[in-house]
């Protein structure tokens, strides 16, 4: 593996990173490149089958479900950043990816990542009209509110990283860069850079604040204000029911935010130990294939129209439940 170098105003101008991926022993590079692209198809699948499902069924043409079609395409999108070079790099002995090619899947990632933090958010405040204030639920949750709140998550999402990119982009990169991950990540560029990378770092500090601080608080405060709600419902049937609308989207939350806050919380230098590439395994792989799977068989109404739409069974009758369960 050979890194091209080019000499320019006394710094090394780096063209190609090598990414070190797993330390695993060549013989199971095979097993776990099959491994990881039954998992990336299954993703793909379940996403794209829960996206099918919500536009052909009249009945989930819903706030909640017009936002969870966003985020099933947000997430087909989010694994097929890392995944496809990922099972590249286990077949091939060259594990290079290029200056621009590295820069371009940090980008996108970072994109996807940010705008997921907010789509959580989005989502959440939803389960708060729907829960505080059923009766006005279709007077705020518009058609025009959802898309403003949707692409509002999107352009979030590409400013955050269009940001992050400038600064990483312009840092220099000596020698042979191995970055000690199986792909492009903010921390192990920033390790592997030779200059001062302490601006870039604060930018990446504070873009990171606002991108997770603000979506979790919006998250917290929604669902502190939906248990006061609940708690005052008299029946225990209602609780119940309450509680189980926002089972599932506070279930994929907490595994998102968990398994990324892990990482991006710990210092830069953590990123030397082979540890992390197992939680971001978590958060790019797992997380993703988890998260239609949480929510369809939480949800009578998405397993129905699923019924439906694979089995063809038309005239069969569906309970009408407008609640994530």
Request: glycine letters at 2%; one cysteine or more; hydrophobic letters at 50%.
């Amino acid at each position: 593996m050979i890194t091209k170098v080019l000499e320019a105003d006394n710094h090394t101008v780096t063209t190609h990173f090598v990414l070190l991926g797993f330390p695993t022993r060549p013989a199971f590079q095979l097993p776990l490149f099959f491994v990881f692209l039954a998992i990336y198809l299954l993703t793909l699948v379940e996403n794209f089958l829960i996206i099918l499902v919500i536009h052909s069924d009249g009945q989930l043409h819903k706030p909640m479900y017009f936002f969870l079609s966003n985020f099933s395409f947000l997430e087909m999108w989010y694994v097929t950043v890392i995944s496809p070079k990922m099972q590249i790099d286990f077949l091939s002995h060259d594990k290079t990816i290029s200056f621009n090619g590295c820069m371009t899947q940090l980008y996108f990632f970072v994109t996807f990542v940010c705008t997921e933090y907010i789509f959580l958010a989005a989502m959440a405040f939803d389960r708060y009209v729907a829960i505080c204030n059923p009766l006005r639920y279709p007077l705020i949750m518009t058609n025009q509110l959802c898309g403003t709140l949707a692409a509002g998550c999107w352009f979030c999402g590409l400013m955050t990283a269009m940001i992050k990119i400038v600064f990483i982009a312009r840092l220099h990169y000596c020698g042979t860069p191995h970055i000690n991950h199986y792909f492009c990540d903010i921390s192990p560029l920033l390790n592997v850079s030779c200059e001062d990378s302490s601006e870039a770092e604060l930018v990446d500090f504070f873009l990171a604040l606002m991108v997770i601080a603000v979506p979790l608080c919006v998250v917290v405060a929604s669902y502190a204000t939906i248990l006061t709600t609940v708690l005052r419902i008299p029946s225990s049937q209602g609780c119940q029911k309450a509680f189980s609308t926002c089972a599932s989207h506070l279930a994929v939350v907490i595994l998102f935010y968990s398994t990324t806050l892990f990482t991006y919380a710990r210092p830069k230098l953590m990123y030397a130990y082979n540890s992390n590439k197992m939680v971001s395994v978590l958060y790019t792989i797992i997380v993703p294939l988890l998260n239609p799977i949480i929510y369809c068989l939480r949800n009578r109404e998405v397993k129905a129209a699923l019924r439906k739409t694979i089995l063809c069974k038309g005239s069969e009758p569906r309970e009408d439940v407008t609640a994530i369960n």
